[in-house]
Nanobody, 117 residues
Framework: QVQLVESGGGLVQPGASLRLSCAAS????????MGWYRQAPGKQRELVAI???????SYADSVKGRFTISGDDAKNTVYLQMNSLQPEDTAVYYC???????????WGQGTQVTVSS
């Protein structure tokens, strides 16, 4: 069992930056693929970025060059640095942990990001 707690969301103006954090209740990077997803009103949840031990991060085309996913193994925490935010980035952002062997998946409760002038 893994508990995930996101933080760092908020209301910002276009062009601003935010950093989201996802704190896990146990060691995650050795065993899990960690990802950030988002869901805008009326839309399906979509993958934003993923990171796993030993591989380069992957990003959705819509955020490449603006968002950066990273992790701190000692803190069991995954981050999503979001720069040059735009109104279309407005969504609830969810942290996800996926165990590739057991296929168990865990979600955080989500954090709201609103980009508006």
């Amino acid at each position: 069992q893994v508990q995930l707690v996101e933080s760092g969301g908020g209301l910002v103006q276009p062009g601003a930056s935010l950093r989201l954090s996802c704190a896990a209740s146990r060691s995650i990077f050795r065993f899990y693929v960690m990802g950030w997803y988002r869901q805008a009103p009326g839309k399906q949840r979509e993958l934003v970025a993923i990171i796993t031990s030993g591989s380069s991060p992957s990003y959705a085309d819509s955020v490449k060059g603006r968002f950066t996913i990273s992790g701190d193994d000692a803190k069991n925490t995954v981050y999503l640095q979001m720069n040059s935010l735009q109104p279309e980035d407005t969504a609830v952002y969810y942290c996800n942990a996926y165990h590739s062997l057991t296929r168990l998946t865990y979600w955080g409760q989500g954090t709201q990001v609103t980009v508006s002038s």
